[in-house]
């Protein structure tokens, strides 16, 4: 069913999940084995050695593909395995522009592993489209986009971006991982590339990790499937199957995830011990209007800068709340808080991090879906 245009929340359901032959199981099985027996030498039901295919992954890939609208779809062991394939696709020389607000583990693969190997880097702000032709040379050959970014909650135009990507033949790749394909779809915008840490709304139970890519181009396609095969950073079918089962919930809490953020950027926003908040719903937040254009709602991930707090004060304040859990990672049912400055991004150099926005009296919020009401006055408790 995943060809045909039904609404997400029966794509979630539905997508890639089919009776299983043999007993009519209607949960996807665990195929929990490492290889295939042939029928004779190379003649086999098109799985041969689990790295390369298993029926349990491919069954999440196909739901994956139709819940952002692409033709095909690769899991990873990780979101960074999965990051990693796609700056594969290059060679010494090229060159990629990307955000000056990333996750900080995309920064540091940048900056430590492939600059060393010839690859070059622009960190620049991607939030006036118009900015990056400025750094488009021969050498360059992708543009990386997070949006929302992580953590400052930045809006980048993807529509504009891909014109430019299209305009000098260069690939776009877009971490969608704060929004969900629920809030946003970048193929539909142009993007050549989706790319999810599948570990956050996706699986949605914080009890997997787990990337994905997702395509449209057969050719994109064939080549990041090579790398997929041959660096083997490939998911197990438990994992494969922990996914799906969180996807199929994946609307509903997306829902909620949306309805609690809201509620708590608004009790957040007039606080007094709040100086800054970043969430992109209110209309006072940059590139608000491309926000309300590409995505569908503003999500579950809020950060605030306090007011009047040295590193000492904000450490106390992200160790005193009852509901909300101090932790890395994100996207979970349960409400988590995080330090981006010693946590998520604490690889970024100080003076680097600083000018993105990512000072040490920044915290950020993955609102759960747990009742409002309750983490509300987890806040206010926490805040006083």
């Known amino acids: ?95 990629v522009i990307t955000g000056d607000d990333l996750y900080g583990g995309s920064y540091r693969m940048f900056t430590k592993i492939f600059m060393p190997m010839g690859i070059k880097f622009h960190f620049i702000n991607m939030t006036d489209a118009s900015n990056i032709s400025k750094y488009i040379t021969s050498n360059t050959k992708l543009i990386w986009a997070e949006t929302p970014t992580n953590p400052t909650m930045q809006i980048i135009d993807i529509a504009a971006c891909a014109a430019i990507a299209k305009a000098n033949q260069l690939i776009l790749a877009v971490d969608n991982t704060f929004a969900s394909p629920y809030l946003q779809n970048p193929l539909d915008l142009g993007a050549d590339i989706v790319m999810h840490s599948v570990t956050k709304y996706l699986g949605g139970h914080s009890d997997v990790v787990m990337g994905a890519l ?56 007039t606080h007094p011990a709040i100086e800054k908040i970043y969430w992109p719903g ?66 970024i150099p100080k003076e680097e991090r600083e000018r993105a926005g990512v000072v040490d009296n920044l915290l950020r919020l993955s609102v759960g879906v747990e009742d409002v009401e309750d983490l509300i006055e987890d806040l206010a408790q926490a805040l006083a």
Do not use: W
Request: hydrophobic share 35%; with cysteine.
């Open 1 to 95: 069913m995943e060809n045909k245009k039904y609404k997400f929340g029966t794509k979630a359901i539905h997508a890639g999940a089919t009776p299983d032959p043999s007993t009519g199981a209607i949960m996807t099985p665990i195929y929990q084995t490492s290889t295939f027996v042939q029928e004779s030498p190379g003649k086999h039901k098109g799985f041969a050695y689990a790295r390369g295919k298993n029926p349990t992954r491919m069954a999440l890939e196909t739901n994956l593909a139709a819940l952002e609208n692409g033709k095909h779809a690769l899991c990873f062991s990780s979101g960074m395995g999965s990051m990693d394939a796609v700056i594969k696709l290059l060679k010494p020389g090229d060159e």
């Open 214 to 269: 997702i395509m449209n181009d057969d050719s994109l396609y064939e080549r990041i499937a090579f790398i997929h095969n041959s660096c083997g950073a490939t998911p197990g079918p438990m994992d494969s199957f922990l996914v799906m089962r969180g996807i199929k919930t994946l609307h509903l809490r997306m829902e909620r995830h949306c309805f609690n953020g809201r509620k708590i950027a608004e009790f957040l926003k």
């Open 282 to 347: 209110f209309t006072d937040h940059p590139n608000h209007e491309i926000a309300k254009k590409q995505m569908r709602d503003f999500g579950g991930m809020i950060s605030i800068v306090l007011k009047n707090a040295d590193i000492e004060k904000t450490f106390k304040i992200a160790s005193s709340f009852h509901v909300f859990s101090l932790a890395e990672s994100l996207g979970g049912v349960e409400s988590l808080i995080n330090h981006p400055a010693t946590m998520t991004h604490a690889s």
